[in-house]
């Protein structure tokens, strides 16, 4: 659970709406932001009834100091639909603008390897990702693609994915952990 020197591991901690939304207004206090980013060391969809009971107050003006048009962006692994069991990319329309989704390979196989999903959704992963961007496209204003360069992975293809999708794709740097 360390990261770059700092420790992750919110031990135990997961913060309710109410906390949330309070962190938020008194990050806005004084100051001004591109946008409200959803992500972490984990996958931020395994809570998406949270993301959307904020978006859904931040839409109705209900955050002190957030103006309501504030962009908000997920940075997911793309399995919110295969954990949550129903079609999430339906209920961000309109509460989410922006969805990067963490594609980094079109090759099963190695996907598998690259994102090692729990065992129980290994055989049904893949797919469900696939089937989650169709679902953003649908309903989301901006879907992106993303990958970790890697020289295992044939960025051309997901580059061309991305372009037959009408969506943007974006490499993203390794980073030294």
């Known amino acids: 659970m360390k ?6 591991n919110l031990k135990g ?3 309710d709406l109410d906390t949330v939304i ?20 984990g996958e931020p969809t395994m809570r998406f009834d949270l993301i959307k009971d904020f ?12 103006p309501e048009n ?13 954990l949550s069991g129903r079609d999430i990319t339906s209920e961000m329309k309109d509460l989410i603008d922006s969805l990067h989704i963490s594609l980094n390979t079109l090759d099963r196989k190695k996907w598998l390897e ?18 989650f961007i169709e679902g953003a496209i649908r309903n989301l204003k901006e879907v992106v693609i993303t990958a970790v360069e890697r020289e295992d992975v044939d960025m051309a ?21």
């Open 3 to 8: 990261y770059r020197g700092y420790d992750l």
């Open 13 to 15: 901690f997961e913060p």
């Open 22 to 41: 309070k962190e938020v207004e008194k990050a806005f206090i004084n100051k001004k932001f591109n946008e409200i980013v959803f992500c972490g060391y």
């Open 55 to 66: 978006a859904l107050n931040l839409r109705k003006g209900n955050l002190k100091n957030v």
């Open 70 to 82: 504030e962009r908000v962006r997920i940075n997911t692994n793309g399995m919110g639909n295969l």
């Open 114 to 131: 690259i994102m090692r999903p729990e065992e129980k959704y290994g055989d049904f992963a893949f797919e469900s990702v696939l089937s």
């Open 157 to 177: 293809a997901l580059e061309n994915y991305a372009r037959l999708k009408n969506i943007k794709f974006r490499v993203r740097p390794k980073l030294e952990v």
